[in-house]
């Protein structure tokens, strides 16, 4: 009953194939569905540059992790890898959100063969969960260099899912900003806004209007009657963004409004 | 009769693999005063926990088969069920959930909520089992039952509200406070037999009071009762509070926590109550069956002992006096010297004895109730099986049992062990739905197919020990399958028409694949191009295509073959001729399907200190595995990923060497996926030179 893998039966001499290399063996998947983020017009195409910070600020419950895995998925279709630091849920519960999103879409958009695409675009994806307390950016870092010091896993996009935003945040953002630039990371966060202080131009808890520097993009969520809608706070290019995109509220799939 | 039901507990202890519920059910049997001396798991004095029956067992210290046993605890009857721990062998855990009414899910205070846990607790939802939580270990160093309880929360969505508080933790872990009656407990005498309620301690108060309100606060949302009772104010009857608690449990919507530590004899006899006044009686349970004879329309069955009798085989044992059949028993009375009918073979059988099972040993009773669990004896059925009284039509559900991943040549050594080789299999497929053998035609060879290595491991391991017979192995298979990936036409035309009865047929159509499903058969002729009483033989000649595949001869799945043309011949156009035909035109279009090898991936869960994740990572990452989450919790970190199971065989060694031997991990089928291009070359090659051996 001592074996060693299947390879010794040819061998040993078997070629290996690493699962996350063999996608190119897969049919391509013809689709075409644009980034929801090209129709807002803002001033990147790809949302944000290089090392640069995006933010998608609502209250809870709105949809500000739909609306980044959305922004994954597209990125992941483009063969980009994403990685998914969540710091509220475990892996499993990500896993879902990915699986769902994608399967509306591909529902929605009928896109054809949905159950090989997403074989083929699993592999451009890594979730990492963190306890809130157990979480610092060099232990983020040192997570990543497992990854990539291996050749498992190289991050073009990263989203941060339920960063407390708290005084005193600061130190934080700014060694994430340095990591990001050193690696040429973009980096997209989500960004709770308490219902409270829902003054329509501040982005909620006091101290981040300081950080706004630090971001490129700002996105904000809203509930407006039974829709959810999509505001360019900071990023576009003629000062005043125009509110194009909305989020349907049951497949929480982004749409023109 | 009712009243009896009511008092009647049929309870599952399931839980990851260590964290000590052989321990605790070892305590239970001896607090019940079913055993009079307690054997640890692995015991030095060579006998073992009672619970762990099979040699196997005791000498690797985990539990194989579940045992059921029966005990008494305040006049109410506990029939307990002990589920392995493995997930190699989960068919045996969700053949027990099946039969119980509750379970107790027991976590270790250090390790919580681990992959198994999640497992089986999935296991538990599917068959909505209302469950109670005991957080065992509390006297470990490291025990936090508050972590576990968070974890019961995030991790598996539990409304996870503990009836306890411990008192002292670790080494200083001395008892509990019941914070429905509010008192605290200690455990007294030499194995902790003395339940000697005390003062909570002043320390503690305010901490108990606060958690108390949560407890209340909780079981309110279900009961109005008890909303209005917090309303009126006063001090709240310990009933009402209990009901309450009860009632949400039932529903799923509570999962009250318990703790202790059973290896230290602490926190074992509230466990017992708290089973009593929380978890179901049968009646509680609507249980259906399916009626066969109206389309297997649902029926919901009354539990009443006053009606016909319908019962589930649920697992079967080879003791020294024959053939051991537990059952629980759903509807009506089962008793010695009755007659019955299996409702799988419709064969009657004659009750010879009824027995009560305490692990290994039993008890001669007279009857079986509804919602009792007992055991038969010498009843020739298989496992699952239903027994029904005579003019009866029901059978029980049927279970979802998983195809078989992984396959194993074995030899016997000498003759002898070829008899007792197929004894033991011809019983081991009886008890076991997963556990398949056949004769490979080409290589004369015996092959054993089930989950997992470790799965098929055991089974050879018993062969051994239980029927005395020595077998040689071969390397471990794969169960591969073959599919097409693209969409392929055919027109086949079948002829034969040089004397005698001719034959003809001719289709036209196409392959593609598909997605989700096996096999799909569309017939879009219009016209009558092919007579509509042929169609049948067609799509028996596809389906017979698809055991072996063309190309590499495994099982072929998902494929849609649609026939849109045809001919027929007026006289020489038969059934034979048309499946003759659909052979052929299924290896013509499939070799032009662009046919590829799909191989199992397991999906794989390791548990690891924080230290060895990039090692863990590594090994994974060689094994061809795709990560897909690494999640960090404290000291620990979870990584998650699917590799195929070709590469896994080993695993356990290599990971164990890896880590210091401190990670552990969990293995299930997750899906099949397509064998990389250089790897789907070499099976083909072996495949062929397998061939050739054979010939």
């Known amino acids: ?257 | 009769m009712k009243n009896d039901q009511q008092k009647v507990r049929n309870i599952g202890i399931s839980a990851h693999i260590d964290s000590g519920k052989t321990t605790l059910t070892e305590r239970i049997l001896y607090y019940t005063d079913r055993i009079h001396a307690i054997h640890e798991v692995k015991g030095k004095d060579g006998v073992g926990a009672t619970m762990d029956s099979m040699e196997l067992e005791r000498e690797r210290g985990i539990t194989i088969a579940s045992a059921a046993t029966y005990c008494q605890w305040r006049d109410h009857e506990i029939n307990i069920i002990d589920t392995p721990g493995h997930v190699d062998f989960t068919i045996e855990v969700e053949r027990s959930l099946r039969v119980l009414d509750g379970a107790v899910l027991v976590l270790c205070a250090v390790g919580g909520v681990q992959s198994q846990s999640i497992t089986v607790d999935q296991q538990m939802k599917r068959y909505r089992v209302p469950c109670l939580a005991f957080i065992n270990k509390c006297d470990r160093s490291g025990a936090s039952p508050e972590r576990v309880i968070e974890q019961l929360r995030s991790k598996l969505g539990h409304r996870a509200i503990p009836l306890q508080m411990a008192i002292g933790l670790e080494a200083d872990f001395q008892g509990v406070v019941d914070l429905v009656a509010m008192k605290a407990l200690y455990f007294e005498g030499e194995k902790g037999e003395r339940v000697v309620e005390a003062p909570i301690p002043a320390a503690l108060i305010e901490q108990a009071k606060g958690w108390r309100e949560a407890l209340i606060d909780a079981a309110s949302l279900d009961s109005d009762e008890l909303t209005e009772a917090i309303l009126e104010g006063g001090e709240l009857p310990e009933g009402v509070l209990i009901e309450a608690i009860r009632r949400a449990t039932l529903a799923r919507n509570l999962t009250p926590v318990l703790m202790g530590s059973a290896y230290k004899n602490r926190g074992v006899q509230p466990l017992l109550d708290a089973i009593t006044r929380y978890l179901p009686c049968p009646a509680d349970i609507r249980n259906e069956a399916l009626d066969t004879a109206h389309e297997e329309r649902p029926v919901v069955l009354t539990s009443r002992t006053t009606d016909p009798p319908v019962a589930l085989a649920f697992k079967l044992e080879d003791g020294p006096y024959g053939q051991l059949t537990y059952i629980r028993v759903y509807q009506g009375v089962i008793s010695k010297g009755q007659t019955l009918i299996n409702a799988r073979s419709g064969r009657k059988f004659k009750i010879g004895r009824v027995v009560r099972m305490h692990s290994d040993q039993m008890e001669d009773i007279e009857a079986l109730e509804a919602g009792t669990i007992g055991a038969l004896f010498g009843i020739e059925c298989a496992s699952g099986d239903t027994f029904v009284a005579p003019g009866l039509s029901l059978t029980m559900t049927s279970m979802f049992v998983p195809e078989p991943v992984i396959s194993l040549s074995i030899m016997p050594q000498d003759n002898r062990s070829q008899i007792g080789m197929s004894k033991a299999l011809s019983r081991f497929t009886k008890e076991d739905p997963t556990f398949k053998t056949f004769v490979d035609a080409e290589t004369g060879e015996t092959i054993i197919e089930g989950m997992g290595e470790l799965h098929l491991e055991v089974y050879v391991e018993r062969m051994r020990r239980e029927y005395d017979c020595d077998v040689t192995t071969g390397q471990p298979r794969v169960a591969y399958r073959e599919t097409i990936t693209q969409r392929a036409d055919f027109n086949y035309t079948h002829k034969k028409q040089t004397g005698g009865a001719g034959q003809f047929g001719r289709i036209a159509g196409y392959l593609e694949p598909l997605e989700d499903g096996d096999f799909e058969f569309v017939n879009a002729i219009v016209g009558g191009a092919i007579p509509t009483q042929f169609i049948p033989a067609c799509e028996k000649g596809f389906r017979s295509c698809l055991a072996k595949g063309p190309r590499m001869e495994f099982p072929v799945t998902g494929v849609r073959v649609v026939i849109d043309d045809g001919a027929s011949h007026a006289v020489d156009s038969s059934d034979m001729a048309f499946q003759a035909a659909a052979r052929g035109a299924f290896r013509e279009g499939y070799l032009r399907a662009r046919p590829v090898i799909k191989e199992p991936i397991m999906k794989v869960v390791v548990e690891t200190p924080t230290e060895f994740q990039g090692s863990v990572m590594g090994l994974l990452n060689q094994r061809r595995g795709m990560i897909l989450g690494a999640q960090d919790e404290g000291p620990q970190c979870v990584i998650e990923a699917q590799t195929p199971l070709a590469e896994m065989f080993g695993f356990s060694t290599v990971l164990r060497s890896a880590t210091q031997g401190k990670a552990q991990f969990t293995m299930e089928f997750a899906l099949y996926r397509q064998v990389p291009q250089g790897l789907a070359e070499k099976i083909a090659e072996e495949m062929a030179a397998k061939k050739k051996r054979a010939a």
């Open chain 1, 1 to 257: 009953m001592k074996s060693k893998g299947l390879l010794p039966l040819f061998g040993g001499a078997a070629k290996v194939v690493f699962l996350n290399q063999w996608r190119g063996t897969m049919t391509s998947p013809d689709w075409d569905v644009a980034s929801p983020l090209s129709r807002l017009g803002l001033e990147d195409a790809n949302g944000i540059p290089e090392g640069g910070f995006g933010a998608v600020a609502a209250p809870a419950g709105v949809g500000k992790t739909a609306l980044l895995v959305q922004l994954a998925l597209h990125a992941m279709l483009k063969d980009e890898a994403v990685l998914h630091v969540s710091l509220q849920d475990p892996v499993q519960k990500i896993g879902l959100w990915y699986r769902e999103l994608f399967q509306n879409l591909a529902g929605r958009e009928a896109l054809p063969r949905a159950g090989q695409v997403w074989e083929r675009i699993l592999p451009n994806r890594f979730i990492m969960s963190f306890q809130v307390e157990g979480f610092s950016v060099p232990r983020l870092e040192e997570r990543i260099s497992d990854l990539t010091a291996q050749n498992i896993f190289h991050p073009r996009l990263m989203i941060v899912d339920g960063l407390r935003f708290q005084p005193g945040i600061d130190p934080t953002l700014k060694d994430l900003k340095r990591y990001a630039e050193k690696q040429g990371l973009r980096v997209w966060f989500t960004v709770h806004v308490h219902r409270q202080d829902g003054d329509a131009h501040g982005l909620g808890p006091d101290g981040l209007n300081a950080l706004l520097e630090m971001f490129s993009v700002i996105l904000r969520l809203d509930t407006v009657g039974d829709e959810i809608k999509i505001r360019v706070e900071k990023g576009f290019p003629g000062g005043d963004a125009p509110a194009i995109l909305s989020m349907d509220p049951t497949s929480l799939l982004l749409r023109a409004s």
